[in-house]
């Protein structure tokens, strides 16, 4: 594994247990909007695309993944939303 963050072809994510939001199951998601699946190993935070699981996720670090979290939830990525 390279120093730093791991990419998802160095790491086995087969077992990962993957979590999706209760919000992926919207309208919006329906019709074609983004939806997102997330989950951990070795330490890591995934953020995966539900409809392209091949795809690679997103990775975060352990103190990257609460930021982000943190983020979302006081809105500062609210203004993407707009039309």
Not at 1 to 27: C, F, H, I, N, Q
Not at 55 to 65: M, Q
Request: charged share 20%; proline share 10%.
């Amino acid at each position: 594994m390279s120093p730093g963050k791991p990419t998802a072809a160095e790491l086995d994510l087969s077992d990962v247990k993957w979590v999706v939001s209760s919000y992926s199951r919207t309208a919006v998601a329906v019709a074609g909007g983004g939806c997102r699946r997330v989950g951990a190993t070795d330490g890591f935070a995934w953020v995966g695309d539900t409809k392209n699981p091949d795809l690679p996720p997103l990775v975060y670090t352990p103190s990257e993944a609460p930021r982000v979290a943190a983020g979302c939830q006081a809105g500062e990525f609210d203004y993407l939303l707009d039309p």
